[in-house]
């Protein structure tokens, strides 16, 4: 009998033309009744015993007449069995591989409601994502090679993805920043915080973090009671940046500003856009006009970015930075300044265009800080006060910073020397 009528069979074949798992099962029904359906018309199969063979969904190796279907083979149902494990498995694979090698979508780098600033280092983020390429013109900020800056935009994308939530504010970014870079130079550090009018918040460690959303704003330094003789005006400036102190007497300050004349104003606005649109040649070339007028867009204690006038301040003399404890005088200067909100009281102007004046911090007179320290000389050609000579003396006396030499020589001296090319 079984030569008589031969089986008609299921190739393996057909189950290979069978869609993705995801869909499998029904499909399989579906196939599984044509095939059944043809066989039996084609072989003249006996209507009840294929009707019993699609109740049952089971595909026989043989149809006889009459007789009941015999099991089926080991190798349909191990076949049945492992299309429906990748049924059932499919849409779980499917998202868990979507899931791991899909990037970050746009929406996670631009969260509703941030800060101008903080989208646009999420869209630089973003755009470095798609194009392994760092921002135009942050080389002029930092000091650091563009392979070094690709490294920081990788260390950005893990740390932006892993902040739960991501950062609006400016305070946010900037200690993401400070954080994910926490073991690379200062300087470019400071440098893509200035690039993109962050403020830096307390060094880690100093201080535990302030809350989700809240930074601590840099403490306003308070000044004397009563204002010195001869103060022509007092000034409170914003956050003093690192690069601001160029060397051990002398710092750069910003103060805010409404005053301005209106077209300094207005490059001020376009420049915000520009930066905004990232369109950094448009906003370098604003950036130059507002500096030649003597303003600059700084952040505030907020973070948010002012149109502020620049003031050069000194009120000592300390060494050239190629002078012996040049670079001991600068970094000690910084220590006391950077980052912080001064209060300056100016008494004149010196042959270099510089405003003399005291400078204030948290109580803190910087220049009697100097002087006993033994880092700056009195500056005895626009400042007679006595006090500034004792300090002096107490340092030299105590062999302090740079008078532990037995002849320092003097930076005016120095200069001179320089100017005549003996140097």
Known sequence: PAAANPAPHLHLAELNSFPPPRSCLPFLVRRAETALRRRAHCHSSSRRSTQNQLHSLQIPGRISHGNPPPPPTRRVILLLLLVVVLGAMG?????????????????????????????????????????????????????????????????????????????????????????????????????????????????????????????????????????????????????????????????????????????????????????????????????????????????????????????????????????????????????????KCLTVHVYNTDRYGRSVGDLHVGGVFVQEQMLKKGFAWHYTAYDKRPELAKWQSQAQAARKGLWAASKPQEPWEYRKAKRNGNA
């Open 91 to 339: 849409n779980s694979i499917y998202k868990f591989l979507c899931g791991v090698c899909s990037d970050l979508s746009d929406a996670a780098f631009q969260p509703h409601g941030a800060h101008a600033s903080v989208a646009a280092l999420g869209r630089d983020i973003l755009e470095f994502q798609r194009t392994k390429q760092v921002p135009e013109g942050l080389s002029r900020h930092v000091v650091s090679s563009p392979a070094a800056q690709a490294n920081w935009y990788k260390k950005l994308q893990v740390a932006w993805k892993k902040a739960r939530p991501a950062p609006t504010t400016p305070e946010e970014a900037g200690r993401l920043v400070v954080l994910t870079l926490k073991n690379h130079q200062k300087a470019d550090v400071d440098g893509l915080l200035a690039f993109y009018g962050l403020p830096h918040p307390n060094e880690a460690g100093s201080a535990p973090p302030p809350a989700a959303g809240h930074h601590a704003p840099p403490a306003q330094h308070s000044a004397p009671a009563h204002k010195p003789q001869g103060v022509k005006f007092e000034l409170h400036t914003l956050p003093v940046d690192a690069k601001a102190v160029a060397d051990g007497d002398t710092v750069t300050v910003y103060v805010d500003t409404n005053d301005a004349p209106s077209e300094i104003k207005k490059a001020a606005a376009e420049r915000t856009k520009a930066r905004a649109a990232r369109n950094y040649p448009t906003a370098d070339a604003l950036q130059k006009t507002i500096a030649a007028a003597g303003y600059r867009m700084v952040p505030n204690a907020k973070g948010v970015e002012v149109l502020a006038k620049k003031y050069r301040i000194s009120g000592i003399d300390a060494p050239e930075s190629a002078m012996p404890y040049g670079k001991e005088a600068t970094e000690a200067l910084l220590k006391l300044v950077e980052g």
